[in-house]
């Protein structure tokens, strides 16, 4: 039975509502806030919207530094600026650095909406199947997901005959993207998408009998990469075809192209 997909939160607006958290007097880090969204692997990204996020006279992202009491980035004036700032509030520095220790704010108030996501994927990997087909697939599709300005994506699928190896069918759909970058959390950025585009290949009557993602598979933390939660959720045979090695080690490091 194929898996719901989960909301999608607004993950910049749970960052500014817990920007908004920290007190006067009190600093967090990038790495504090990411945790309170539910994963530290979210540090990177929230370092880089606060970097480019819609800021305010109000907005106090100036209290949010580096793990090393480095002030970090601020749009509003950079490094030296932040410092101003935070020193108006009562908090020195040393070369450069606050100390971090007594004045490090934790007791912020969320629903952990990544943590909520990682559940889900867990709940994704216990729906894959690993089946061998009876027979090859003759129409095998393939699709991947590009990326424009002002958060915006292009979805492709490809549709190939194996008889002759041709492309017999092909489609595209342009769309906005809802969700940032966070390593093992693709599956939240691309799958509205690809969802989407597949909606467009069933209304076309060209769905594939095996579906090549460009993504991982069950070489993912959880197991539930973006090649095997769109076969869940669209109950369909899956391909992952990643860039990148996520996890694991390869048992057999003279594999060559086209062996197995």
Known sequence: MPLDL????????????LVAQIPSGYVATYGDLAAALGNRVAARWVAEYLLRHAHSESCVCHRVIRATGEPG?????????????????????ER??????PVRFHDF???????????????????????????????????????????????????????DGKLTWSTTLETEVRFPYISTYLTFRELPILLELLDQVRAAGRMPEVLLVDGSGLLHPRRAGLACS??????????????????GS???????????
Do not use: M
């Open 6 to 17: 989960p909301e999608i939160p607004d993950l910049p607006r749970h960052v500014d509502r």
């Open 73 to 93: 980035g601020y749009f509003a004036g950079g490094p030296r600026a932040k410092l101003q700032l935070l020193a108006a509030e009562g908090l020195a520095h």
């Open 96 to 101: 450069g650095r606050i100390s971090l220790a």
């Open 109 to 163: 108030h969320s629903t952990g909406p990544l943590r909520n996501l990682l559940a889900w994927q867990d709940e994704a990997s216990r729906h894959v199947e690993l089946i061998a087909p009876n027979s090859e697939p003759r129409w095998v599709g393939g699709v991947d997901t590009c990326y424009l300005a002002h958060n915006r994506a292009i979805a492709a699928f490809a549709l190939f005959d194996r008889r």
């Open 230 to 247: 769109l076969g869940v959720v669209a109950d369909i045979a899956t391909v992952a075809v990643a860039k990148k090695r996520l996890c």
């Open 250 to 260: 390869p048992t057999r490091p003279d594999l060559q192209p086209g062996e197995s």
